[in-house]
């Protein structure tokens, strides 16, 4: 391989691998988000209605920050369907909030029939998403807390659903 070729190739090597490390440490060096503001907050549903995200204190509470364009989102919310089906009668509580609006949001909730609250953030969901830890500001993003209101479990990226229920059947 000519030197110049060689220079090229190592110097694309070190950029990817630069790339990977800032990526995983903004994945996994996350420190537990203050969740007051959540918990404070008030968001519209889809029908317009405010919704406080205080009346859901003292459940197992599983935000997810979502988008109906978001192609990985809208592949996991079918086994949060299942899990809140599954796990609600027990003090589970999903709560989606969709960067995104009502409308989009309204006629995807009823194409998968959804049975948990889809809230409208707009595009503040995101600024949001990024006080709760999500340094990468990318969808999906998923929040669990405790029933004491504190950060259990954060995913970047479409959640498993194994590792999900596994997650969430310790705190219930």
């Known amino acids: 391989?000519?030197?110049?070729l060689r220079n090229y190739f190592a110097f694309?090597?070190?950029?990817?691998l630069a790339l990977a490390a800032g990526i995983g440490l903004a994945m996994f060096d996350r420190t537990p988000a203050d969740t007051t503001s959540l918990l404070a907050l008030s968001l519209p549903d889809s029908a317009g209605k405010l919704q406080?995200?205080?009346?859901?204190?003292?459940?197992v509470l599983v935000v997810n920050f979502w988008a109906t364009w978001c192609a990985p989102c809208r592949e996991e919310m079918p086994d949060f369907v299942r899990a809140?089906?599954?796990?609600?009668?027990?003090?589970?509580?999903?709560?989606?909030?969709?960067?995104?609006?009502?409308?989009?949001?309204?006629q995807?909730?009823?194409e998968?029939?959804?049975?948990?609250?889809?809230?409208?953030?707009?595009?503040?969901?995101m600024d949001l998403s990024k006080e709760?830890?999500?340094s990468l500001v990318a969808l999906p993003f998923t929040l669990v807390l405790d029933r004491q209101g504190k950060v259990a479990y954060t995913h970047l990226g479409p959640v498993k659903a194994d590792k999900f229920r596994e997650v969430i059947t310790k705190l219930l």
Not at 12 to 16: L, T
């Open 84 to 106: 809140q089906q599954e796990y609600g009668a027990k003090g589970l509580q999903i709560v989606g909030i969709a960067a995104d609006n009502a409308d989009k949001v309204q």
């Open 1 to 4: 391989m000519p030197p110049r």
């Open 52 to 59: 406080s995200m205080a009346q859901w204190r003292g459940k």
């Open 132 to 134: 709760l830890g999500n």
């Open 108 to 110: 995807f909730a009823e």
């Open 112 to 125: 998968i029939k959804l049975n948990y609250p889809a809230l409208i953030g707009g595009y503040g969901a």
């Open 12 to 16: 694309g090597v070190a950029a990817a």
